[in-house]
């Protein structure tokens, strides 16, 4: 495997089910995000990990539980989802340094997530 | 605080005709910038990126775009579009030095242009 993995490509759920979402990056980098893809609305910036650290939580409903218990591993728990919450969920990694950003993000395939 | 507007949710061309997608930005500090494209279903590829050296960057698939700070735009160009191009294509700005306080290069998009080429 090489770049950004996701699995599953796609989860159709209940409001009431509980499941995660995977990311595994091969890039050696050591900053993960979560993002949300919704119709008609820009990308919206969820979780930020650096060096396993959350740093950035940008007001997301705690429906939505983050893990990130290595460098090269994201997981995203849902549960008690609303349909609203239904998107594409796309992880990405970078390589950051102290002081400096990266010169870019690489993104994973997604995740389209249904919930009904 | 940084922002990203791109102009035209929508752009059609016919095959073999000149893409334009316009990207200007906002930013208090010198940006980095970037193209980013989205084919249905997958996820975001970078096409191209500006970090500060040449103005004019050239990317993957016959694609450039030109950095011009007067102008604070960052277009996106190909002399040729072909049927393949169709996607919706992302504009992004990054602050260089996480002066928002920020770890991270913390990457503020653009609403997207969906490209469609024409036979």
């Known amino acids: 495997e090489t770049g950004v993995t996701q699995t599953p490509r796609h989860l159709v759920m209940g409001m009431t089910n509980k499941k995660s979402l995977k990311c595994e990056q091969h890039?050696?980098?050591?900053?993960m995000y979560w993002y949300k893809q919704s119709a008609k609305k820009p990308l919206e910036l969820m979780f930020v990990y650096n060096f396993k650290e959350q740093t950035e939580n940008n007001s997301v409903p705690s429906r939505f539980s983050p893990e990130c218990p290595n460098s090269s591993h994201l997981f995203l728990h849902l549960h008690t989802l609303q349909p609203e919450d239904s998107a594409l969920y796309l992880c990405?990694?970078?390589?950051?340094?102290?002081?400096?950003?990266?010169?870019?993000?690489?993104f994973g395939p997604g995740t389209r997530l249904t919930v009904t | 605080a940084q922002s990203v507007t791109q102009l035209g949710s929508h752009v059609s061309v016919s095959e073999g005709a000149l893409v334009l997608l316009r990207c200007n930005y906002s930013s208090s500090v010198p940006p980095y910038l970037f193209w980013y494209v989205q084919y249905p279903n997958q996820g975001l590829q970078l096409l191209l990126k500006y970090t500060s050296a040449a103005t004019l960057v050239k990317g993957i698939n016959g694609f450039e775009a030109e950095f011009k700070k007067s102008e604070t735009s960052f277009h996106l160009t190909k002399p040729s579009a072909h049927m393949s191009d169709a996607a919706e294509y992302f504009c992004a700005v990054s602050d260089p030095f996480n002066a928002g306080g920020t770890s991270y290069g913390k990457l503020t998009f653009g609403q997207g242009t969906i490209l469609t080429v024409h036979p």
């Open positions: 890039l050696g980098h050591n900053a």
């Open positions: 990405a990694s970078s390589q950051e340094t102290t002081g400096r950003s990266s010169y870019e993000q690489y």
